[in-house]
T-cell receptor
């Protein structure tokens, strides 16, 4: 059983549309990270959220950490083909540096 | 080149053979990790290391061995490869503060066990 559940598993949208990816857990996390992975490459860190209720923006990407620190979401506004990739959330299994990853959401943005 | 590299990038082997995957980082990061990535499971931690000569098991360590005699290298050995070890393997390193710092991943090694 995944410690972190991501939904949806797959998402295909048209360029210009908005999308939201969810990351949920029954456990409390001290922090959550979001990564993007492109085919044939390793994951690349997008953001780390630390405080419950925190919202971080990275250009057209908005990341939110739930008040109870059990969930997070990634919202992309006006998606572009360059946003295509596998989005992974991850959090420390305990209060240390070992990460537990969700299974990922594959996002495809069609031109 | 600066960064984290893995070799080989692709490997095909047979059941029962020993295989070693190499990982090298140029930042002198203390922490290094090995993950495997399989469809539907995301990344799962195999082994990790907090410093040279300090290693410990992750979620799925069975069938794997690691060593870390030098800070910059963290090889992963499959002692007797099995088909269930067919996967994409990623090495990663982390400088220090696990919240504020970034875990950097290598490009991966795609391993096929026949």
């Amino acid at each position: 059983t995944q410690l972190l559940e991501q939904s949806p598993q797959f998402l295909s949208i048209q360029e210009g549309e908005n999308l939201t990816v969810y990351c949920n857990s029954s456990s409390v996390f001290s922090s959550l990270q979001w990564y993007r992975q492109e085919p044939g490459e390793g994951p690349v860190l997008l953001v780390t959220v630390v405080t419950g209720g925190e919202v971080k923006k990275l250009k057209r990407l908005t990341f939110q950490f739930g008040d109870a620190r059990k969930d997070s979401s990634l919202h992309i506004t006006a998606a572009q083909p360059g946003d295509t990739g596998l989005y992974l959330c991850a959090g420390p299994r305990s209060n240390d540096y070992k990460l537990s990853f969700g299974a990922g959401t594959t996002v495809t943005v069609r031109a | 080149d600066a960064g984290i590299t893995q070799s080989p990038r692709y490997k095909i082997t047979e059941t029962g053979r020993q295989v070693t995957l190499m990982c090298h980082q140029t930042w002198s990061h203390s922490y290094m990790f090995w993950y495997r990535q399989d469809l539907g499971h995301g990344l799962r931690l195999i082994y990790y290391s907090a410093a040279a000569d300090i290693t410990d098991k992750g979620e799925v360590p069975d069938g794997y061995v690691v060593s870390r005699s030098k800070t910059e290298n963290f090889p992963l050995t499959l002692e007797s490869a099995t088909r269930s070890q067919t996967s994409v393997y990623f090495c990663a390193s982390l400088g220090g503060d696990f919240i504020r710092d970034t875990q950097y991943f290598g490009p991966g090694t795609r391993l096929t066990v026949l």
